[in-house]
C-alpha cells in the first residue's frame, strides 16, 4: 500500500472513530493517548494549529479532528472544517461534512465557524445556497465580536435591493473597530459619500489609513485622494515628513496621482537640486502609465530647471514634449503650459502661434486656469488693455494676475518717477491683494513697502507678519529677515526656534555667505551639512 493510500485509510478511520464521540467529555479532560499523548484537548488543539501554519495539514488534520468532536474545542472545528472542505491533507474535499464541522464549532461558541458556515452556504460552493442561515450565523459572529461577521452582515445590507445604507454603515463601522481591513475601508466610502448617516471626512481618511494599517495597501491611495481633492485638510503640525511618507506608501502602490505629488513637492522643496533623478523618476512614471498631471509635472521641472546637465534647449524642447503628451491625456495644466512655452521659448509658425493661443483660449475660458488666463493677457493684450484685463482678473480672484498687475504699476511708478502717499498706498493695496490670494512674492513686495504707508510703531509688528506669510508660500530672502526679526525681538517677542526654522528654509534653497556663518553655529542642524568644510 502506498503512503498516501496508508494516510487515506488512516484518517478515515480517524474521523470515523471521532465521529462516534460527539457529546464527549470537554477539552480540560486529557486527549487521546493515541492522538496527543499527554495533553489536554486544548492543548491538542494548539499542537494542530501549530502543524496546521507549518502547513503540515496530514498532522494536523487526526489532532483537529479528535479536538473539536471529542474534545469539544470550538477552534478545533474551525481548522478541522477547513481541511476537510479543501481536501487537504489526504481526504478527499467534501464541503457538506465541512458544514456539519463547522455548524458543531458555531454552537460550541467559537464564532469564526460560524462566519466559515456562513461563507459556505451564502456561495453555495459543494452545498445548496442557503442566504438567510448565512445572515443568521453571520448575526451570531457579530454579536460574538467576530470582524468577519460584522463585514458580512454589512456586504449583506449593502447588497440589499434597495440597499439599506443605514445598517451596512453600522455593520462596517464595527467590523472596523474589530481591526477588519475590508471592513474599515468599506465604512470609509460610507463616510465619504454620507450614505447612511452625514458625511464625515475626517474619519473617513482615519478609516482608509487604518485599513491600510490592517493589510488593505491600497487603501492609503483613497487617503490621499481626500487630501489631493482639497476634501480634507491635514491637521495643524503635521509635518512634511509624515506627508511624504504617506505619499511614498500610496505611490508605492503606483496611485500615480500621490507620484506626481511626490515629484511635484520634491521640485519645490529648498534642496530640489538633490532630487533631480528622483523627480523625472517619478513623473516620468506617472506620465509612462497614462496620468496627464504627471506629464505636467515632468514638463513643468525640465521648463524650471535650475540643474540642467542637457542645456535649457534640450530640456525646453524634452518639456515640450511632456506637456504635449499631457495634453493630450486630458490634463489642463499641461495644455496651457505648453500654450505659453511654445509662444515664449520657441519660434512658433503662424499655425502653431493659432494653436498655441487657442490651447490658452481653453484653458482660460472654459477650465478657469489661472496661469492659462494670465498668459493670454501676456501674449495677447497690447499696453493700453493690459492694466483692464489684467484688473478684471484680479477682480475674480486670480492672485496671479492681481500679483502681475502690481509688478506693472510698480514698473509705472518708477518710470514716471510718481511718489507720495496715495502712490505708496495704491501700491501696498497692490501687493497686499495678491497676498491675500496666495501669492507669497505679493507679501514680500508688501513687506518691503509696509514703512511708508504704516505709522512707526505699528511698521515692525506687520512687516514681521508679511514675512511670515511671504516665508510660508515661498522660499526667498523673506524667510532670512524673517529671522533676524524674530532673533531679535522685532515686531514681536524674541523666537529664537522660530528664528532658526525661517533661516534654516532660506539657507536650504539660498546659500550664501550669511548661510556659512550661521551653520558656523549651528553645525548640527540638517541644512548645514552642506556647509560642511
Known amino acids: ?26 477539552s480540560a479532560q486529557p486527549a487521546s493517548t493515541e492522538v496527543c499523548p499527554g495533553l489536554d484537548w486544548a492543548a491538542c488543539s494548539a499542537a494542530a494549529a501549530k502543524a496546521f501554519e507549518a502547513k503540515d495539514y496530514a498532522g494536523a488534520l487526526p489532532m483537529y479532528a479528535a479536538s473539536c468532536a471529542k474534545g469539544r474545542v470550538g477552534a478545533a472545528c474551525s481548522g478541522w472544517g477547513w481541511i476537510v472542505n479543501r481536501g487537504e491533507g489526504g481526504v478527499a474535499a467534501d464541503p457538506v461534512a465541512a458544514a456539519r464541522i463547522w455548524d458543531d464549532g458555531c454552537n460550541l461558541g467559537f464564532v469564526r465557524c460560524c462566519v ?53 454603515r453600522t455593520h462596517y463601522l464595527r467590523a472596523c473597530a474589530l481591526n477588519h481591513a475590508d471592513g474599515c475601508h468599506e465604512a470609509a466610502r460610507l463616510l465619504e459619500a454620507g450614505s447612511g448617516g452625514p458625511v464625515d471626512l475626517i474619519r473617513a481618511y482615519q478609516n482608509f489609513i487604518q485599513a491600510e494599517q490592517l493589510g488593505r495597501s491600497k487603501s492609503v491611495a483613497d487617503a490621499v485622494r481626500l487630501w489631493l481633492g482639497g476634501k480634507i485638510q491635514f491637521p495643524a503640525g503635521t509635518g512634511e515628513k509624515a506627508v511624504t511618507e ?18 511635484s513637492r520634491l521640485d519645490a522643496a529648498p534642496d530640489r537640486h538633490r532630487h533631480v533623478e528622483r523627480i523625472r523618476a517619478l513623473a516620468t512614471s506617472a506620465c509612462d502609465h497614462g496620468f496627464g498631471p504627471g506629464c505636467g509635472a515632468l514638463g513643468w521641472h525640465l521648463d524650471g530647471i535650475e540643474v540642467a546637465p542637457i542645456g535649457r534647449a534640450a530640456n525646453v524642447r524634452a518639456a515640450i514634449v511632456a506637456y504635449e503628451r499631457g495634453c493630450q491625456l486630458g490634463d489642463v495644466s499641461s495644455c496651457a503650459r505648453l500654450g505659453e512655452l511654445l509662444l515664449d521659448e520657441g519660434q512658433p509658425n503662424e499655425a502653431e502661434r493659432v494653436r498655441a493661443l487657442a490651447l490658452l483660449e481653453r484653458g482660460c475660458e472654459v477650465d478657469r486656469f489661472e496661469f492659462a488666463c494670465v498668459a493670454k493677457v501676456e501674449f495677447t493684450a497690447d499696453a493700453k488693455a493690459r492694466p483692464a484685463a489684467l484688473g478684471r482678473l484680479c477682480d475674480a480672484k486670480m492672485g496671479m494676475a492681481c500679483l502681475v498687475l502690481a509688478e506693472d504699476l510698480a514698473e509705472d511708478q518708477a518710470a514716471s518717477k510718481v511718489r507720495g502717499p496715495a502712490a505708496d498706498k495704491a501700491l501696498f493695496d497692490a501687493f497686499l491683494k495678491a ?53 531679535a525681538g522685532e515686531g514681536g517677542p524674541v523666537d529664537v526656534s522660530g528664528g532658526d526654522a525661517a533661516t534654516a528654509r532660506f539657507c536650504a534653497a539660498r546659500p550664501t555667505d550669511g548661510c556659512s556663518y550661521w551653520c558656523s553655529t549651528h553645525q548640527a542642524h540638517p541644512v548645514c551639512a552642506q556647509y560642511a568644510r
Not at 500500500?1 to 470537554?26: D, E, I, Q, Y
Not at 513697502?449 to 505699528?458: D, F, G, I, Q
Not at 515692525?460 to 508660500?473: F, I, Q, S, T, V
Request: with cysteine; glycine share 8%; proline share 5%.
Open 246 to 263: 504617506l505619499l511614498e506608501r500610496a505611490c508605492k502602490i503606483e496611485d500615480w496621482a500621490s507620484c506626481t505629488q511626490l515629484a
Open 435 to 487: 497676498c491675500d490670494l496666495g501669492q507669497g512674492q505679493g507679501c514680500a513686495r508688501a513687506a518691503e513697502l509696509v514703512s511708508r504707508v504704516e505709522k512707526a510703531p505699528a511698521v515692525p509688528e506687520k512687516r514681521r507678519e508679511l514675512l511670515a506669510r511671504a516665508c510660508g508660500l515661498v522660499i526667498d530672502f523673506s524667510c532670512w529677515q524673517l529671522g533676524v526679526m524674530m532673533y
Open 1 to 26: 500500500m502506498s503512503p498516501m493510500n496508508a494516510w487515506t485509510l488512516r484518517a478515515a478511520l480517524t474521523l470515523m472513530v471521532v465521529a462516534t464521540c460527539v457529546g464527549a467529555p470537554a
Open 116 to 168: 466559515q458556515e456562513a461563507d459556505l452556504l451564502l456561495a453555495g460552493r459543494g452545498v445548496p445556497a442557503d442566504p438567510k442561515r448565512a445572515f443568521e450565523l453571520n448575526v451570531k459572529a457579530c454579536q460574538g465580536n467576530d470582524g468577519y461577521g460584522c463585514y458580512h452582515l454589512g456586504v449583506a445590507h449593502h447588497r440589499a435591493v434597495p440597499p439599506n445604507f443605514i445598517e451596512a
